[in-house]
């Protein structure tokens, strides 16, 4: 396999995606599929003609980003909008790529894409593995119905997002763009994929159990105590001051994390809202009876972790990459803040000369040795595509 990657921060949206996407194609031959990253500023549509334009044929899967993306040629964002593109390339993949609106049910919905993903491959068998893209809000069951069709086969992939999380994100799969449903790529190669998911927080030694849920993502107790109380207690902070979306902010160094059945991964739930009844609003699902971890991590360590996760990707991997999909929830990024170019620099450097996207997300995907696919807030999902 091979790759590369092409950006543009051109105001026109039909020139951006041009320009992006004739950087992209230098070198590479027979590209099998392009993942593109842009601003919800843009007009999607006519960016994606202008990436047709210079890449016709090639399907072309992504979303919008949080503010931008970082490839090799450092963080790429502007206020008239964005694009960044990585292909892959190479005779010795096949890519079947879906998008599909959303119907009256998620799961189905993710049922129906996986049906349109094996038959733009042309197999009958299950992928490798695949990438999936979704809205916030129901990536478990959109991933439920994609399951029902190919098994428990590898995923990675991450959420849509927009600048302000006010519902602006969109997602778009070859020419067509949508707000809610779900994108897919599955892959057949002959070369191995490796998926470093990873929240890389530390415990702290907070724990409690979930004794009340509400509608899948709205914590409402915690040890048979209000939910945000429980958690001020923890934090050692006035509970009224972690009301509305103040939660949100303030978790960014200190969210809930819960374990898989084996312990290999935490998966961090980010709080996003404190409600008037002291319940949490939770960017993923939760379960009652389970128990949840209260995680730390300094700015510091949320920047210093862009490049010791990709570092240790390359050490999991056992082959020499091709190419690094990173997928960085939005979150982390608001809380880096102004030292954006401290995790550009870090993340360059670990990555050297293999081409790399960054993207920036409102939920990220991915899996841990054999434990099932799963979906995660304020995460690393870091893939390395094998040469």
Not at 145 to 172: C, H, M, Q, Y
Not at 309 to 324: G, S
Request: net charge negative; hydrophobic share 40%; glycine share 14%.
């Amino acid at each position: 396999m091979k790759s590369n990657t092409g950006s543009s921060v051109a105001s026109d949206p039909k020139a951006a995606g041009r320009e992006a996407a004739g950087k992209v194609k230098k070198g590479l031959a027979d590209i099998k599929i392009a993942f593109a990253y842009a601003s919800v500023a843009y007009d999607l549509e006519a960016m994606l003609a202008g990436i047709n334009e210079e890449l016709p044929g090639v399907p072309v899967l992504g979303n919008t980003s949080f503010t931008g993306v970082i490839t090799p040629e450092g963080f790429i964002s502007g206020d008239k909008g964005f694009v960044g593109i990585l292909a892959l390339a190479g005779n010795d993949v096949t890519v079947g790529v879906a998008g599909k609106p959303k119907g009256d049910c998620a799961r189905e919905t993710g049922r129906l894409a996986a049906l349109e993903a094996l038959k733009s491959a042309g197999k009958t068998c299950p992928p490798d593995y695949f990438y999936m893209a979704a809205p916030p809000g129901e990536e478990e069951f959109f991933l439920k119905g994609v399951t029902e069709v190919i098994g428990r086969k590898p995923f990675f992939g991450g959420s849509a997002a927009d600048n302000a999380i006010a519902g602006e994100w969109k997602l778009f799969a070859n020419q067509k763009v949508f707000a809610d449903g779900i994108t897919l790529a599955f892959f057949y190669a002959e070369q191995p994929v490796t998926n470093l998911f990873t929240g890389a927080y530390r415990e702290t030694g907070d724990v409690g159990i979930i004794t009340k849920v509400r509608d899948n993502r709205v914590l409402e107790e915690i040890d048979g105590k209000p939910a945000l109380k429980r958690y001020a207690e923890w934090a050692g902070v006035d509970v009224e001051t972690l009301k509305g979306g103040k939660l949100l902010v303030y978790t960014i160094t200190s969210p809930l994390g819960i374990k898989d059945r084996l312990g290999d991964l935490t998966a961090i739930r980010h709080p996003m809202n404190g409600n008037d009844d002291y319940s949490m609003n939770i960017g993923a699902n939760l379960a009652e009876k389970t128990a949840v971890i209260r995680m730390a991590g300094s700015v510091d360590e949320l920047i210093s972790s862009g490049a010791s996760t990709l570092e240790a990707l390359k050490k999991k991997m056992k082959a020499p990459p091709a190419a690094f999909h990173l997928v960085h929830c939005g979150g982390r990024r608001a809380g880096i803040g102004g030292r954006i170019e401290e995790l550009v620099a870090g993340v360059k450097a670990a990555a050297g000369d293999v081409p790399f996207i960054m993207e920036f997300t409102f939920g990220e995907y991915g899996y841990e040795d054999d434990g099932n696919n799963t979906t995660g807030g304020l995460m690393l999902s870091y893939t390395g595509f094998a040469r």
